[in-house]
């Protein structure tokens, strides 16, 4: 440490010298062409001195000597010019009559002086006169009588004193050029070496990530607007470089369990990642003495699942299950799936009121209005608040006890838990926190609702990497940070610093399992089909359409019925040959506008099938109820169009599985805008849900498009979403993460070694 120390003094040194030897030079040449000027500028100083000098004693004897030549006393003139000529620098003085002949003068006057100024060449002043015996000051002033001329005075000045001050004045300008020498000198290498170990305490801290992946901290804090440029141009190639890695992943890299395992122990050294959402993978139970195990319908689940079955780790989420307790070990985990454990699956319990105030209150009547814009207004209370942060910090508490290391990967899912990276942060500062958002952000203005906006705010930003859908999403979230906290945002690299804490915001857009886990296991498509009519008692050539969705307000199934309404009226033929299926798994039944949604869902459908049914063939058939995913599929498989009209949803995975449903490379989506699957799926039929004629119309395309035309929609979207799966989706989020613990562990071993 000293030997570097002492190695960077020797080559500051060094370097300054290369500044201090040209200084030298450059006041050297300096001196040397002002020693000239400076003795130019003295002599005219002194020149015009003595001119003053002169007038001063002419005008003092002028009247008493021209009184006295008046009179021609000779002894008396002499007397006063000698007493005159006892001034300093007065060398002589003489006096002429009106023809320029000397008359009177001092014993000192110059013999080669006369009463006229002598011939002069060079560049002296005019009254400068260079005698043998050294230069003198030679002035004529006219003597005046009563207003006629009777002759003039001579002056004669020494200036012989001023060759030793010339010599005394270059003498002083060298010893001042040296002196100012050596203190520029001094103050140069003293500022170059304190440069020099800034701007290399600079780099360090940049090789550190200071400035790049996280503010500048310390000392560097002073100089971080200085080294702003080489910052910048850092994170542009930065940029670069990930960009290129990003494509080179997506060129080379195929998407599947196996490449996901292969990354974690690749890039992540084998690290058990730990997983958190409120729901469950697995819920177990009772039925008449049986327990059972059930899949819930989540879009969280469908994509989740996948990548820890692929990853191993732990998952921790609520047990809601009425047998979960029975299934637990003493610590409360349980090994699923059940039929091939691959995963732990902890299980958190809460109280009838921590869910009331926590899941039902705080998450679904608060969060769930506020960040999806379906009209309906949040609720926000102070026992949900405080429910929230109790819950989160009871799952934080759980990362703790399942984390087998001090910087652990964890997976934190959804609006559940946005407190929760700020306190697993808290717990464990070196543990990297991929937070995903699963549903929509909303504009500032509508966040600004939220009373717990900046608390909420804060948690999230606990987050190593924080993934939303789309980048609007993306930019809606960094527009309401800069609006309620005070933080650093860069907005080309999207993160965010706080409290030297480095946040990156990117967008992530969710998938779903490829090849789906059901494959090669169905019967044909027609085989399907065929199955599904007769189990619905329609005949073999009826039409179907499909959609899948949770019994919920932002899902558009009230506006996915009344489409069906006028398409049915629209186009009466279809009367009795098309059937809609609508399967709704019951979702927050505890909550009051969820049950008043409910009732409406089912009096729309029943007045529907009161006005359209024939022979028996209702025009929508309502399955509010939980299905499995194996009967999903079936559903899927089975029907020619499905329908999602979501009137605000952060992806929306159902529009991904209906087309890796249909390996017969036929079948239509029909899809909101509104939805994150819009911005991939261009060969969806894309709707306005709130434009009923619209969403009508798109369906009676759907049940009419000739087959050559589904098979070249359908093919694009499938190989979208074969290329673009749930592997990549998780894979791109681990990649990000471990290059930044890669970047940290090497910051660290810079800033060990500094």
Known sequence: MNHNR?????????????????????LAILAYAVVPLVDGLTLRWAVRDMDIRSRLIYSTIQEPLAELLQKGERSRI????????????????????QNEKLIYRTAAFPAELSCKTPDKSGEDPAHLIRLPQGPVHFAVNPLEFEGSIIGSLVLVHDMSYMERRSADTRKYVILLFAVLGVVISFITVFVAHL????????????????????????????????????????????????????????????????????????????ERVIVVSNREPYIHLQNNGQIEVHRPASGLVTAVEPVMRACSGTWIAHGSGSADRETVDSHDRVRVPPDNPEYNLRRIWLTEEEEKGYYYGFSNEGLWPLCHIAHVRPVFRNSDWEQYVKINQRFADAVVKEADSDDPVVLVQDYHFALLPGMIRKALPKATIITFWHIPWPNPESFGICPWREELLKGMLGSTILGFHTPYHCK????????????RIEHESSTISRRGQLTMVENYPISIQWPPAWHGTL???????????????????HLLGIGVDRMDYTKGILERFMAVERMLELHPELVGHFTFIQIAAPSRSALEEYQNFEARVHALAERINIHFTLEGRPAIILKAEHHEPDQVNRYYRACKVCMVTSLHDGMNLVAKEYVAARDDELG???????????????????????????????????????????????????????????????????????????????????????
């Open 6 to 26: 002492q190695g960077f003094s020797f080559r500051s040194l060094h370097l300054s010298l290369r500044f201090v030897i040209p200084l030298a030079i450059a």
């Open 78 to 97: 002499n007397a006063l010019l000698l007493r005159a000529s006892k001034d300093e620098r007065l060398l002589a003085l003489g006096v002429c009559n």
């Open 195 to 270: 440069s020099w170990q800034g701007w290399m305490e600079g780099v360090r801290a940049m090789l550190r990530g200071e400035g790049i992946i996280k503010p500048f901290s310390g000392p560097q804090q002073a100089t971080s607007s200085e080294l702003q440029p080489l910052v910048g141009d850092l994170r542009t190639l930065l940029r670069n470089i990930d960009a290129e890695r990003r494509f080179a992943d997506d060129s080379t890299i195929t998407w599947s369990p196996e490449s996901l395992r292969s990354l974690l122990h690749k890039q992540l050294v084998g």
């Open 476 to 487: 809606n979230f960094l527009e309401t940070v800069d609006r309620y906290l005070e933080t």
């Open 523 to 541: 019967p044909p498509v027609e085989q399907t089909r065929a199955e599904i009519l007769d189990e619905l008692g329609l005949p073999p050539d």
């Open 668 to 754: 239509v989506l029909v899809l909101s805008q509104f939805t994150g699957a819009a911005h991939e799926l261009h060969e969806a039929l894309i709707v306005n849900p709130y434009h009923v004629e619209q969403t009508a119309e798109a369906l009676h395309q759907g049940l009419i498009m000739p087959e050559y035309e589904q098979r070249e929609r359908m093919l694009s979207m499938r190989a979208l979403v074969r290329d673009f799966n749930v592997y990549r989706w998780a894979g791109r989020m681990l990649l990000d993460a471990a290059r930044v613990r890669q970047r940290e562990k090497l910051a660290a071993r810079i800033g060990s070694d500094s």
